[in-house]
C-alpha cells in the first residue's frame, strides 16, 4: 500500500529527470582529518555528533577477502557471513574512516562530513598490541587512482587502540604512576600481617616527621639538597617509596594509610609485566593542596588515556551519543569497528549483536532500507540505489555542508570520504519517501524506522515456518532449503558453469528436472535443485561410486566430489580458509569423524541470492 500511495505521477517524474544533474560530488567537500589536526576537529565535531539526527559512517579498508569464495556470497547463512566477516576484519585493516553527523529538517540535509586517516602504530611504545595486516592490490589501486597519499597516511595517519587494548596497556604500562583505589574490608590479619604494618606505620611516621622538621630549618642550599634526595619527591612534594611483595601487602598498606587521608596521597608503582612493585606516598601540605594534587593526577591519567585511545575517541563519542548509525553493509563495517575499537569478535553471531548492541543499539543499513523499495535486492551500490529512486519518487534533498577549512583540510580536487556523504544524501531520500508513508507516526525517528533497525543478516529476514532456504536467481527468485545444494569440486579445469551443467545433465536422473549451476571459484561450483530431495539423491549415488550411472561413475573416475551443505559450513566453522574452496572442503571430508557435519545448529532464517554479487566465472 505505501508504495502505490508514494509512487509519483509520471509527469512528476518528468520534471524531476529534467532538473540538469549538476553533479553535487564536486561541490561536496569533506574535512580531512589527520594526525596533526586531529585534537582541533575532535573537539569542533562534539557539538556536530551531539545535535545530529543520524550519524552516516563509511569505511575504506585494505581488503576485504583473499579469495572469491571467502567474501559473503548469496547463499551463506547468516552464521556463515558473520565468519567471513570476523575473518576478514581480522585480516584486512582500516585507512580512512569517514564519519557524517547531520540533520534532516523537511527537505533539507545538513551534514558535517569528516574523514579521518587512520594507521595503527605502537605509539607509547608499550609494546601492545603488535599490529600486522594484509593487503588487496585490488583496493590499494583504487585508493591510488583517487589520489589518496600513502606516505600521509603512514607517518600522519591517526593511530587507535580498542577498549580491550586499552585496559591491556594500562595494567603493562611501567611509566606512569597510578592512583590507589579504596581497599575493601581484609579478612583477620595474621601475626606477619601485625608484624608488617607496624614496620610501615613506623616508618610513614619517622618519614613524615623529618619532613615536617625540614620546613622548619634553614638549611644551606646543599645540604637542602642531599634531604631531598634521602626523603625523596615527587615533583614539589615529599614522597616516600613502600616495597612490596604481594597483592596483600598492597592490601595491607592502603588500608593503614586511611589514617593518614588528610594529607598523604597513596600511588601505585605499576611493573612492566602489569604487576605492583611498590606503593609512592605523597605528602600534601595543606588539604587545598591535597585536592590540587589529586586533581593534577585526574588531568594527567586523562591526558595519557586520550593519547592511548587516538581515534576511538569518536568512536566513543558516536556511541555516547546513542543516535542512529546509518551504514552501505552494516554486517562488514561494524564488524571492522568491533574488532578494531572495541574487542575481539566473538564466535558467533548472536554474541556479535549482544556485544554491540551496548555499544550501538540502533544502526541501519541501507541494503536492508533499499530492499522495502526493491525487494529483488538487485540495487547493491548507490549509484544505481540513487539513479531507482530518481526515476520512481519525487524526494527532493538540499544538502548544505557549513564546515570550513583550508585547502588542504577540505582536499578540494579530491573525493576522499564522500561514500559517507552519498550514504548521507541516499538515506535522506528514503527516509522522507517511507515518513511519507507513515505519516500516522509522530517525529520520532526510532518509530518511522524501528522496522530496518539493527539487522545484521546478509540481505535476510527472519522465517517462522522455513527452514534455512536460499534464493537461486536465473532470471527469477525462487526460495530453496539448504538442503537442496550441493557443492562439486574436482571437475576438469577450465570448465564453464554451462559446460559442466551439460555434462551433469548426463550423469544422474536428478538432472533430469530443473537446476542451477554456478562457479563459486574456479575449482568449485554449487547446485541448487528445484525439486526436494533429489540433491540427497544425488549425494547418495556418489557416495556409491556412481553405481548404475555410467555417466557420473566416469565423472568421478575423473576426480569429481562433492558435499552437502552442512560440510561447507564445518568449512567456515573450522576456519578453513585455504585459497581453492575445494582444498577446504577436502580437508573437512577427510576429518568428517571428529568433526561430524551435523553437529552444528541449525538456523531459521532467508537468505537471498543475488547474481550481481555471484562470482560468475563465464565471464571472466
Given at each position: 500500500m505505501m508504495k502505490k500511495r508514494l509512487f509519483c505521477s509520471q509527469a512528476s517524474i518528468q520534471i524531476e529527470n529534467t532538473v540538469k544533474n549538476t553533479n553535487l560530488s564536486k561541490k561536496w567537500r569533506i574535512k580531512q582529518v589527520k594526525k596533526s589536526n586531529f585534537s582541533q576537529v575532535l573537539e569542533e565535531m562534539k557539538p556536530h555528533i551531539s545535535n545530529s539526527d543520524f550519524i552516516a559512517v563509511s569505511l575504506q579498508k585494505t581488503g576485504s577477502y583473499s579469495s572469491p569464495w571467502q567474501r559473503v556470497l548469496p547463499f551463506d547463512t547468516p552464521e556463515i557471513a558473520y565468519l567471513k566477516a570476523k575473518r576478514s576484519s581480522e585480516n584486512f585493516q582500516l585507512l580512512q574512516f569517514a564519519i557524517c553527523p547531520f540533520t534532516l529538517r523537511a527537505s533539507k540535509l545538513t551534514a558535517y562530513p569528516y574523514n579521518f586517516h587512520l594507521f595503527p602504530r605502537d605509539e607509547l611504545k608499550f609494546g601492545v598490541p603488535s599490529y600486522t595486516f594484509a593487503c588487496q592490490t585490488s583496493y590499494l589501486t583504487s585508493m591510488a587512482r583517487l589520489g589518496f597519499d600513502f606516505n600521509s597516511c603512514i607517518y600522519d595517519g591517526i593511530s587507535y587502540v580498542s577498549r580491550a587494548q586499552e585496559s591491556s596497556m594500562k595494567r603493562h604500562s611501567g611509566n606512569s604512576m597510578l592512583r590507589a583505589n579504596a581497599v575493601q574490608a581484609l579478612p583477620a590479619t595474621s601475626v606477619a600481617d601485625a608484624v608488617y604494618i607496624e614496620r610501615i606505620r613506623s616508618r610513614i611516621k619517622t618519614w613524615k616527621s623529618a619532613c615536617k622538621d625540614s620546613k622548619r630549618l634553614q638549611e644551606d642550599p646543599l645540604v637542602k639538597a642531599l634531604r631531598k634526595v634521602v626523603l625523596g619527591e615527587h615533583g614539589s612534594r615529599p614522597c616516600?617509596?613502600?616495597?612490596?611483595?604481594?597483592?596483600?601487602?598492597?592490601?595491607?598498606?592502603?588500608?593503614?594509610?586511611?589514617?593518614?587521608?588528610?594529607?598523604?596521597?597513596?600511588?601505585?608503582?605499576?611493573?612492566?609485566?602489569?604487576?605492583?612493585?611498590?606503593?609512592?606516598?605523597?605528602?600534601?601540605?595543606?588539604k587545598e593542596d591535597k585536592i590540587l594534587f589529586e586533581k593534577e593526577l585526574q588531568d594527567l591519567e586523562e591526558g595519557q588515556v586520550k593519547n592511548i585511545r587516538g581515534f576511538r575517541e569518536v568512536i566513543d563519542l558516536i556511541s555516547a551519543s546513542g543516535k542512529p548509525v546509518i551504514?552501505?553493509?552494516?554486517?562488514?563495517?561494524?564488524?571492522?569497528?568491533?574488532?578494531?575499537?572495541?574487542?575481539?569478535?566473538?564466535?558467533?553471531?548472536?554474541?556479535?549483536?549482544?556485544?554491540?548492541?551496548?555499544?550501538?543499539?540502533?544502526?541501519?543499513?541501507?541494503?536492508?532500507?533499499?530492499?522495502?523499495?526493491?525487494?529483488?535486492?538487485?540495487?547493491?551500490?548507490?549509484?544505481?540505489?540513487?539513479?531507482?529512486?530518481?526515476?520512481?519518487?519525487?524526494?527532493?534533498?538540499?544538502?548544505?555542508?557549513?564546515?570550513?577549512?583550508?585547502?588542504?583540510?577540505?582536499?578540494?580536487?579530491?573525493?576522499?570520504?564522500?561514500?559517507?556523504?552519498?550514504?548521507?544524501?541516499?538515506?535522506?531520500?528514503l527516509y522522507s519517501i517511507v515518513k511519507r508513508g507513515q505519516q500516522h507516526i509522530n517525529e520520532d525517528n526510532s518509530l518511522v524506522l524501528k522496522n530496518f533497525a539493527n539487522i545484521f543478516d546478509p540481505c535476510s529476514s527472519p522465517l517462522e515456518n522455513f527452514?534455512?532456504?536460499?534464493?537461486?536467481?536465473?532470471?527469477?527468485?525462487?526460495?530453496?532449503?539448504?538442503?537442496?545444494?550441493?557443492?562439486?569440486?574436482?571437475?576438469?579445469?577450465?570448465?564453464?558453469?554451462g559446460d559442466l551443467k551439460t555434462l551433469l545433465c548426463r550423469s544422474h536422473e536428478a538432472f533430469s528436472a530443473e537446476f542451477d549451476v554456478k562457479l563459486v571459484?574456479?575449482?568449485?561450483?554449487?547446485?541448487?535443485?528445484r525439486q526436494p530431495g533429489l540433491a540427497g539423491a544425488f549425494i547418495n549415488a556418489m557416495g556409491s561410486g556412481g553405481a548404475c550411472?555410467?555417466?557420473?561413475?566416469?565423472?568421478?573416475?575423473?576426480?569429481?566430489?562433492?558435499?552437502?551443505?552442512e560440510t561447507y559450513k564445518c568449512v567456515c566453522n573450522m576456519s578453513k580458509w585455504?585459497?581453492?574452496?575445494?582444498?577446504?572442503?577436502?580437508?573437512?571430508?577427510?576429518?568428517?569423524?571428529?568433526?561430524?557435519?551435523?553437529?552444528?545448529?541449525?538456523?531459521?532464517?532467508e537468505i537471498w541470492w543475488d547474481d550481481n554479487t555471484v562470482l560468475n566465472l563465464d565471464d571472466v
Open positions: 616516600l617509596d613502600v616495597d612490596v611483595c604481594s597483592e596483600r601487602q598492597v592490601q595491607l598498606v592502603l588500608e593503614l594509610m586511611k589514617e593518614h587521608s588528610d594529607d598523604i596521597v597513596p600511588l601505585l608503582i605499576p611493573t612492566k609485566r602489569g604487576g605492583i612493585q611498590g606503593l609512592r606516598m605523597v605528602l600534601t601540605s595543606s551504514a552501505h553493509n552494516s554486517l562488514d563495517d561494524f564488524a571492522f569497528i568491533h574488532s578494531k575499537f572495541l574487542s575481539s569478535l566473538p564466535r558467533s553471531i548472536d554474541e556479535f549483536k549482544h556485544s554491540l548492541s551496548s555499544y550501538f543499539p540502533y544502526i541501519i543499513d541501507m541494503g536492508h532500507l533499499m530492499n522495502e523499495f526493491n525487494p529483488s535486492g538487485t540495487m547493491n551500490n548507490m549509484p544505481a540505489a540513487s539513479s531507482f529512486l530518481r526515476n520512481r519518487f519525487f524526494a527532493p534533498i538540499d544538502i548544505d555542508i557549513p564546515l570550513k577549512g583550508t585547502p588542504d583540510e577540505m582536499n578540494e580536487g579530491k573525493i576522499h570520504g564522500h561514500n559517507v556523504l552519498q550514504i548521507s544524501h541516499l538515506f535522506a531520500k527452514d534455512e532456504d536460499v534464493r537461486i536467481s536465473s532470471g527469477s527468485m525462487i526460495r530453496l532449503s539448504c538442503d537442496d545444494i550441493v557443492f562439486l569440486w574436482g571437475f576438469r579445469s577450465g570448465l564453464s558453469a571459484d574456479k575449482s568449485c561450483a554449487v547446485v541448487a535443485f550411472h555410467e555417466g557420473l561413475m566416469e565423472l568421478i573416475a575423473e576426480g569429481l566430489r562433492s558435499a552437502n551443505y585455504d585459497s581453492n574452496l575445494a582444498d577446504s572442503l577436502d580437508q573437512v571430508m577427510m576429518s568428517a569423524d571428529q568433526f561430524p557435519v551435523d553437529s552444528y545448529e541449525r538456523s531459521p532464517y
